[in-house]
């Protein structure tokens, strides 16, 4: 049953005049009768009484317009609900980003969002790579700020913003902690501190260390960059890292990595064939354009 036959449902009962209904509704009355006819089959119960040329609704059609009444109601409802998260300027984005961009980046991005989009509204979620990879693929965020992605079920779109440099951390009382630069072999005897599997920057660190040759002593790894930092200041290993906010608020030193270039990239994320409302198009754009200027 279909909402259109519903509709020619409706102006009958209330018109209770077949001829005159199909008028209104600019059909044929053949056509508007066979309308009727095939939602009283699949009902199972006629729902006018019918003497001669003229027709009224029995007490099942009355029961049945209250139904219709409802549905149709709650149908123009969800139109405009749905017409209004999708309105360039006007629609609702389901935006994620990882955890270190929580501190300073996107706070600092979303300041300036009001001033171009004072009618968008955001659904913001924080959380690991590997998460948000996982609710792209179930389409419950729009888009998303991390490093590249890649998926095994669908496709995924990806754009560079910019890219952070990674500095080996060491405790401030390590024999590196005055270098102003080192080459990554340096560390391969070092106890390491490590971001857990599944994270993108933890893709990103092994294969540095994998096209160097080197084998890492991992002794933990933690969920977050600040645990990283904090048992690095703690005297027990060492890391690669971006210089994230907070990080001069522990007990290391930042080392620049003279070899080879050490650095993440971070870019938005989207299915590339799943529908993207014009709100998360305005704003994908955004986010190209604010992070160019920057």
Not at 143 to 172: A, M
Not at 180 to 203: H, Q, V
Not at 216 to 226: D, G, K, Q, R, Y
């Amino acid at each position: 049953m279909e909402i259109q036959q519903l509709e020619y449902f409706k102006t009958v009962a209330e018109m209770q005049h077949m001829t005159q209904a199909a008028e209104k509704l600019n059909i044929s009355q053949p056509a508007l009768s066979k309308s009727i006819s095939n939602i009283e089959q699949e009902i199972g119960v006629p729902l006018f009484d019918r003497q001669g040329r003229s027709i009224s609704l029995n007490r099942y059609g009355k029961l049945f317009l209250n139904s219709v009444d409802i549905i149709l109601e709650e149908f123009d409802k969800a139109k405009e609900e749905i017409g209004g998260l999708v309105m360039p300027g006007f629609g609702e984005v389901a935006f994620g980003f990882i955890h270190t961009l929580g501190m300073e980046v996107v706070p600092e991005l979303m300041a300036h969002v009001p001033e171009r989009y004072p009618n968008m509204k955001f659904t913001l979620t924080q959380a690991a790579s590997y998460n948000l990879l996982k609710w792209l693929e179930e389409g419950q965020i729009d888009l998303c700020l991390s490093q590249r992605i890649r998926s095994k079920t669908i496709e995924i779109d990806w754009i560079e913003l910019w890219s952070e440099e990674l500095f080996v951390i060491v405790p401030k009382n390590h024999r590196f902690a005055n270098r102003e630069s080192i080459k990554l072999e340096e560390i391969k005897d070092e106890p390491f501190i490590s971001i857990k599997r599944g994270n993108a920057l933890r893709l990103i660190v092994d294969k540095l260390f994998k096209e160097a040759g080197i084998t890492t002593n991992i002794t933990f790894a933690a969920e977050e960059m600040h645990t990283v930092a904090g048992f690095v200041g703690a005297g027990l290993g060492v890391s690669l890292i971006p210089n994230v906010k907070g990080l001069n608020d522990y007990n290391v030193c930042k080392i620049r990595v003279s070899e080879p270039i050490c650095e993440r990239k971070i870019g938005v994320s989207w299915a590339a064939n799943r529908y993207l409302s014009p709100a998360a198009n305005q704003f994908k754009n955004y986010l190209v354009e604010y992070f160019k200027e920057k």
